[in-house]
C-alpha cells in the first residue's frame, strides 16, 4: 500500500476525519419571517410589521420592520398574523378514540398496544400540521410516547417536541385499571400504570423515569370515560398522592394529576402536583388552594362538544356518556370562576378524546367561558412553557429560542375564530412544515 493512501486511511480513522475529508458541513439556514403582525404573547403586546430573524434552528432577533438582512431568505406572510407555536399540554398523541370501528368491547378485545404504535405518527404529523409544535403526552400505552418523542427528535418522522409521561399511574379499578368491569378470568398482558400503595407508587414512578418519562400522570380521581362508578371520587389516599409527588420531583420531574371531583382536587394540590387536570368540580377552597400553591389547572373545555355529539355513535357505554352530562356543563361554568380568581391556567384538551388536530378548537370555548383572547393563547404559548420547565426553549418568539411558529389569516385578538381554519404556515425548529401556497405569497 502506498503512503498517500495509508494516510488518507489513517484520517478517515480519526474522529471527525469524515466531515474533513467532505466538504465543510452546510451553513445553518438563515430566514426572515415577515407579517402583518406578531402577538407577542410572552409580553402580551403586538409588534407591527415585525421581522423574525431566524438561524438554523433559533430565533436570533424580532424587530419592528426594517429590511431582512442581506444573505437571509425572505418569508413574507402578506397580511397573516405571526403566533408562536402552540402548546397543548394534554394530549393523548398515541392514539385515538373516535378511530374505533363502532363497537367498543370489540376494539378492547380486537386492538393491543401495537396497533396504536403503528399509527402514533399519523396523529403527531396532524398535530404539527394544526400549529402545535410542543406537546405534553399525559398517559401511553408501553412507552409508545417515549419513543415517538424520541424518533421526532431524530428528525425520523414530523411532530411536535414531545414531553413524554410514559404510562399513566392508577389504582386497581380506577381511571386507568383496564380490566374494570370485565370477567375476573380475563386479563390483558400489557405494561400496566396500574399500582397500590406508597411503595407501589414510588415505584411505579421510578419505572416510568427509567424508561424515559419526563413528566409523571397520574390519577388522582375518577373519570368519565372509564368504566367506575363515579365520576370524581377520590381514588388514591393522602399518603399515595404525597409519595407520587414526592418520589417524583426526587427525579426532577413535574406531576400532573387527572381529577374531576372537588375533593381529589384539593387532595392533589395538597400532595404538591404541578397541574390539575380537567378540574371538572373544583370548589372556593380548590381554587384558594391551588392560588396559594401555584398549582396550574388544565381545564379541558372543548371535549363535551365531541362526546355529547359523537360518542353514542361511536359506540361508547352510555354509562359513560352519562358521567359526561354530569362534567361538561359544571367544568366551563367552574372554569369561568378560575379565570376571575387569577387562577395560573393552561391549555390542554384531551386530543386523542376528539380527532387529533383539532386542538384549535379549544381556543373559541376559553373565550367563550371567561378568558381574552390574549389570556387563551397566552395559556397556549408562553404560560404553557412555564409550566413544561422549557420557558429557555419555547412559548415565545424570542432571540435564543426555537423557531416554533404559526401564521394564521386575521388577527385573533380581534376575533378567535381566526384560529378556526388550519394554520396558513407552521414552522418548527427553523424548519418550514406547512406553507399554504394560495394564502401566503411567495
Ligand atoms: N379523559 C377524561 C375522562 O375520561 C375526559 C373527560 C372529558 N370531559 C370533559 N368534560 N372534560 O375523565
Known amino acids: 500500500m502506498r503512503l498517500p493512501v495509508l494516510l488518507a486511511l489513517l484520517l478517515l480513522a480519526l474522529p471527525g476525519a469524515e466531515a474533513l475529508a467532505n466538504e465543510a458541513p452546510a451553513a ?3 430566514i426572515a419571517l415577515r407579517a402583518a403582525r406578531l402577538i407577542d404573547t410572552a409580553h402580551q403586546r403586538v409588534i407591527e410589521r415585525p421581522l423574525v430573524l431566524i438561524e438554523g434552528e433559533k430565533i436570533v432577533g ?7 438582512p442581506a444573505g437571509m431568505e425572505l418569508i413574507d406572510l402578506g397580511s397573516a398574523t405571526l403566533l408562536p407555536g402552540f402548546i397543548d399540554l394534554h394530549v393523548h398523541i398515541t392514539g385515538d378514540s373516535t378511530s374505533g ?12 398496544p401495537i396497533d396504536d404504535a403503528v399509527t402514533a405518527h399519523l396523529y403527531a404529523e396532524r398535530t404539527l400540521h394544526a400549529g402545535f409544535t410542543t406537546v405534553r403526552n399525559v398517559g401511553s400505552a408501553e412507552y409508545i410516547d417515549v419513543a415517538l418523542a424520541r424518533a421526532i427528535e431524530r428528525g425520523r418522522l414530523q411532530g411536535p417536541r414531545i414531553l413524554p409521561s410514559g404510562l399513566a399511574i392508577g389504582a386497581t379499578g380506577g381511571h386507568i385499571d383496564g380490566n374494570t368491569g370485565f370477567s375476573p378470568y380475563l386479563e390483558f398482558h400489557n405494561a400496566t400504570g396500574v399500582a397500590d400503595g406508597v411503595e407501589a407508587v414510588r415505584a411505579k414512578v421510578r419505572d416510568n423515569v427509567k424508561h424515559g418519562a419526563e413528566v409523571i400522570k397520574f390519577m388522582a380521581g375518577a373519570g368519565v370515560l372509564s368504566a367506575e362508578a363515579s365520576v370524581g371520587a377520590p381514588q388514591y389516599t393522602q399518603e399515595e398522592m404525597n409519595a407520587i409527588v414526592d418520589e417524583s420531583h426526587r427525579w426532577g420531574k ?9 375533593e381529589a382536587i384539593r387532595m392533589a394540590i395538597l400532595a404538591g402536583v404541578d397541574s390539575v387536570e380537567h378540574a371538572s368540580f373544583i370548589d372556593d377552597e380548590g381554587l384558594r388552594l391551588a392560588k396559594q400553591k401555584g398549582t ?8 363535551d362538544d365531541y362526546i355529547l355529539a359523537e360518542y353514542s355513535r361511536l359506540g361508547f357505554p352510555q354509562q359513560m356518556i352519562d358521567k359526561e352530562k354530569l362534567v361538561g356543563r359544571t367544568q366551563r361554568e367552574n372554569f369561568r370562576k378560575a379565570v376571575h380568581a387569577g387562577a395560573r391556567m393552561g391549555f390542554g384538551t384531551d386530543a386523542g378524546v376528539y380527532p387529533h388536530g383539532d386542538n384549535r378548537k379549544q381556543f373559541p370555548k376559553m373565550v367563550e367561558w371567561g378568558m381574552t383572547p390574549m389570556q387563551a393563547l397566552r395559556a397556549a404559548t408562553s404560560d404553557a412553557a412555564e409550566l413544561l420547565g422549557w420557558s429557555d426553549k419555547v412559548g415565545a418568539v424570542e ?3 426555537y423557531a416554533d411558529l404559526v401564521a394564521v389569516s386575521g388577527d385573533p385578538l380581534a376575533d378567535i375564530h381566526a384560529l378556526d381554519a ?11 412544515v406547512v406553507r399554504d401556497a394560495k394564502a401566503v405569497a411567495p
Open 296 to 303: 396550574w389547572l388544565v381545564m379541558d373545555v372543548y371535549n
Open 101 to 112: 370501528t363502532g363497537n367498543y368491547f370489540e376494539d378492547i378485545l380486537k386492538r393491543s
Open 422 to 432: 388550519q394554520p396558513l404556515f407552521v414552522m418548527k425548529g427553523g424548519e418550514v
Open 254 to 262: 413535574r406531576v400532573a394529576a387527572h381529577a374531576h371531583g372537588a
Open 62 to 68: 424580532v424587530s419592528g420592520g426594517g429590511e431582512a
Open 28 to 30: 445553518p439556514k438563515r
Open 399 to 401: 432571540a435564543g429560542r
